[in-house]
């Protein structure tokens, strides 16, 4: 009689649980009990070699079938004992967790792969760039067309990127034999690397390019046109599409990012799409209400100050402000009222604010009705 534990035990999965669940309690066991992650420990090693063993056959169809039917003597010699499957390399959706596996123990995941067991692409793009652009604040609310210069790497002319002389072209990497990696087993796995010879190119450089000395790239400055969108804020990033760094071996360009820093105002300033500035207005103005001109972005505009004018009180002024970007409207001016306080009075003037105070007991109605709520306090 088998002394085997049933393969659905050992993995804590039930006959009819489907097969992708089936290799997920199978990846939690091989990843907590390998041996690379429990070295010197048999205990480990040996609950691997069983959760190994009963996958193999519980994520095969055909050995599935055999095993419930008629237990382990349905699969002995056919995979279900020393793990004659990893052997033959017919792993099918097993061979697939090994891969998943293997990409987590090594901290990158499955990654790309290389299709048909050909060679990998080798190409690698280029680096982001970024940089910052002062513009003034008209130029945010309104759009505008800058030009910058910046210092990057472009493909190389004189060899067209690819490194090798006039007259000559890389050679294939003796040592991948151009595939830009190496494999070597470990246990269960094949491990792929970086090949250290070529740097995962995949090519030999034996004449390199006397311009860019084999990188097939060089140091250039640049100039480039920038479209500033109208209504860009403080901070927000314009993306250049393959403007960054140039890439190797024939890969993509990386792209270039603008940040954008707006220059302080000396009257206005933004709160997102709306306007805000400060008018000053003198007493006399407040008092008796007035007309007067005001600034917006776009020009000045005739401003209405009602009779009896607080400091402090808000007026809008509508479409007055900045351009949402997308076009999708614009938006307000805040105009805020400062009344001023009159400074180094006249002789004229003193006897004229003397008079008023003699007389201005009853105008002054938040004066009245806070020393009335004080009087009330204190009673």
């Known amino acids: 009689m088998s002394t085997k534990r049933d393969y659905y035990e050992i993995l804590g999965v039930q006959k009819s649980t489907p097969k992708d669940e089936i290799k997920k309690a199978y990846r939690k066991m091989a990843m907590q009990f390998h041996p690379d992650k429990n070295p010197g420990n048999p205990e480990a090693e040996a609950k691997f070699k069983e959760a190994s063993e009963a996958a193999e056959v519980l994520l095969d169809d055909d050995k599935k079938a055999r095993y419930d039917q008629f237990g382990h003597a349905g699969v002995n010699g056919q995979g279900g004992g020393g793990h004659g499957g990893f052997q033959n390399g017919d792993f099918g959706d097993f061979g697939d967790i090994f891969g998943d596996i293997f990409g987590d123990m090594l901290g990158g995941g499955r990654g790309r792969g290389r299709a048909g067991g050909g060679r990998r692409s080798t190409g690698r793009p280029g680096d982001d760039l970024q940089m910052g652009i002062d513009i003034d604040f008209s130029e945010a609310a309104f759009g505008t067309e800058k030009t910058i210069s910046l210092t990057k790497n472009v493909r190389c002319e004189t060899c067209s990127g690819s490194g090798a002389k006039a007259g000559s072209s890389p050679t294939t990497c003796d040592y991948c034999n151009g595939h830009g990696e190496v494999r070597r087993q470990q246990g269960f796995f094949t491990v792929s690397s970086t090949c250290p010879k070529c740097n995962g190119s995949g090519q030999m450089i034996k004449d390199p390019c006397g311009t ?8 250039k400055k640049v100039d480039l046109q920038v479209k500033i969108p109208a209504g860009i804020d403080q901070g927000q990033r314009l993306k250049l599409s393959n403007e960054g760094d140039a890439g190797s071996n024939g890969g993509p360009n990386g792209d270039l990012y603008v940040v954008i820093n707006i220059r302080a105002h000396d009257i206005f300033e933004r709160d997102e799409f709306d306007v805000h500035c400060t008018v000053p207005i003198s007493f006399s103005q407040a008092a008796l209400g007035a007309e007067m001109e005001v600034p917006t972005l776009s020009g000045k505009v005739a401003l209405k100050i009602p009779a009896g004018t607080q400091s402090g009180v808000k ?16 938006g307000d001016q805040i105009v805020t009222v400062h009344v001023e306080t009159p400074t180094k009075l006249t002789s004229e003037q003193k006897d004229l604010f003397h008079r008023l105070a003699e007389v201005d007991e009853n105008s002054n109605p938040m004066s009245r009705g806070f020393f009335d709520k004080v009087k009330d306090l204190f009673q």
């Open 212 to 219: 860019c000395h084999g990188a097939g790239k060089r140091k």
């Open 315 to 330: 007026m809008r002024l509508k479409g007055k402000g900045i351009q949402r970007l997308g076009g999708y409207g614009v």
